[in-house]
């Protein structure tokens, strides 16, 4: 095994995503966009196979909430991408520690910066071969990263707006060039996205998944079951089980009664879904802190948002606390309207989960409703806690005047038909750090700012923060760029969502401190677990 682990980010929690009755999850990567899915499977997988003949390992099962409809691929900066098995047939430059988030050796062995730190120059392993027994060089990471960049259906555009130019020197070194200093681009292309694949790769492989990863393709059926088989030339050592297989499965009951009968190996569920396995020696459940998030989203540009006074009352009547309790049964923790995972040192968590009525009805006052406002939420079944908080805060807002009208739709249009569209909805985020957060949500003109919050002072912030190398200082921008949301901003943002999960307990390996990456190479699962 190599020394540095193997991350996987995983989002089986997206299979959250698609509770119809109750609400559920766990968010995409941005905004979980959501059709219906024509073929996702409603029901638990069929009999699972066994692993090869005479292999010690065993295949690990578990499933994918199919999101996007069933319009998941392969290309991993694509909105629709099939994230669970990206993870595992491609890697990335730089990966993170497992207790820090810091940026640590991957495909790029080591690398540097000028200092400005407008130049970052990466030099890559050269043990590494693609799925296909092709080295990988240079080449396939400047034809990936330009892919990043200028694919007409890249969400990482706007990120890697910032790369001004990028030369291969040799076959091993790749170098970016940037327009302004970003002192921490190795935490840039750290990002779960940003995965190499061959030069001259696509359309072709949105069909093969070739990669460098520890895990090869080798049946793609998004609706039905993906099969992946161990690398076993991996260049980061063999992977602890012969095969994995993912299925579609959009229905939440389906997928708990898979882990009940069975037929799964592990999967993040809710509080709920969690007591019924609470005492079954088959199973073991892990519960930590984790980042993902569920809010209210404000439009700032236009009516009636548009008038500070009134979000900030909008602010004011949130209990937070009450909303941990009721929406999620406690598992969660404060978040004061701060979209930066809790992990990260530079995350803003100075306020009060209580609610301030007095106070909120003197700024409706001052925003020109006097006698009460009234507006319309919208909201879908597209993340589990969305309905009660819906409901929760309807309640909350009522004690101060504040009349709110919920707006329920179907999942399959809300992110393309009411999403960054309707005045006052509903969101639902999976974990960032605070320059991923603050840059892809909120950063001006940003393609996901769904709030279209647009201040100059907030955007010079975070590029104060990008250009200083002092981490302390750097985390001290952050901290006053999440402040200004918390006073100011269109994003209420109540608590960060625990991660609990349940496993097999005759699987080993899997961290309950593993928030939302999961490092294979410890894992293991023998044949005779079933």
Not at 383 to 396: G, K, M, N, R
Not at 466 to 484: C, G, S, V
Request: charged share 25%.
């Amino acid at each position: 095994m190599k020394n540095k682990m193997y991350k996987l980010f995983v989002v089986l929690v997206v299979g959250m995503l698609l509770l119809t009755a109750c609400g559920g999850p766990a968010k995409t990567e941005e905004p979980a966009k959501t059709e219906a899915p024509a073929a996702a499977a409603t029901e638990a997988p069929a009999a699972a196979t066994d692993a090869p003949a005479g292999e010690t390992r065993g295949v690990m099962r578990f499933t994918d909430g199919l999101a996007y409809g069933g319009k998941e691929n392969l290309d991993p900066v694509d909105e629709a991408r099939f994230f669970p098995v990206i993870a595992m047939i491609y890697d990335r430059l730089t990966e993170p520690a497992f207790d820090n988030m810091t940026p640590q050796p991957s495909l790029a062995e080591s690398w540097e910066t000028n200092d400005k730190g407008d130049m970052w120059t990466f030099y890559l392993r050269k043990d590494v071969k693609f799925h296909d027994g092709t080295p990988m060089t240079s080449a396939d990471v400047a034809y990936s990263a330009d892919h990043w960049k200028n694919s007409p259906t890249s969400i990482l555009a706007s990120t890697f707006k910032v790369v001004d130019s990028i030369e291969t020197p040799d076959d091993y070194t790749i170098v970016f060039k940037l327009t302004a200093p970003v002192v921490t681009f190795d935490l840039t292309v750290m990002d779960y996205r940003a995965r190499v694949v061959k030069k001259d790769a696509f359309p072709d492989v949105l069909k093969n998944g070739i990669g460098t990863g520890p895990f090869k393709l080798e049946k793609l059926d998004v609706g039905g079951m993906t099969v992946l088989l161990a690398n076993d030339e991996y260049w980061g050592g063999k992977p602890g089980v012969a095969k994995a297989e993912i299925y579609g499965i959009a229905d939440v009951e389906a997928q708990t009664n898979g882990m009940l009968s069975g037929q799964l190996d592990w999967q993040t569920v809710t509080a709920e879904q969690a007591a019924r396995f609470e005492g079954n020696p088959d199973f073991k459940v892990t519960q930590s802190p984790g980042g993902n998030w569920s809010g209210f989203v404000m439009i700032t540009n236009k009516p009636p948002f548009d008038n500070l006074a009134l979000r900030q009352a909008m602010h004011l009547v949130v209990d937070r606390q009450e909303m941990i309790d009721l929406a999620m049964n406690g598992a969660a923790s404060v978040s004061c309207d701060s979209p930066v995972s809790p992990s990260d040192p530079a995350v803003f968590q100075d306020c009060d989960s209580k609610p301030d009525i007095e106070a909120a009805k003197a700024k409706l006052v001052e925003a020109g409703y006097a006698d009460g406002f009234t507006v319309d939420l919208f909201t879908a079944p597209v993340c589990q806690d969305l309905a009660a908080l819906a409901e929760i805060y309807q309640q909350q807002a009522a004690k101060a005047g504040i009349t709110v009208n919920i707006k329920t739709v179907s999942a399959d249009g809300f992110w393309t038909e009411q999403w960054m569209k309707e005045p006052f909805l509903m969101t639902c985020w999976n974990e960032r750090l605070a320059d991923a957060a603050l840059n892809e949500i909120y950063r001006g003109g940003g393609e996901w700012n769904e709030s279209f919050w647009n201040v100059p002072a907030f955007d010079k912030l975070l590029d104060d923060a990008r250009a200083e190398k002092d981490p302390a200082k750097r985390n001290e921008f952050y901290l006053a760029a999440q402040k200004m949301l918390h006073e100011d901003g269109g994003t209420i943002i109540p608590y960060y969502q625990n991660l609990i999960r349940v496993q097999k307990s005759c699987i080993d390996g899997i961290s309950p401190l593993a928030n939302i990456w999961i490092d294979w190479d410890p894992i293991t699962k023998p044949a005779d677990c079933k």
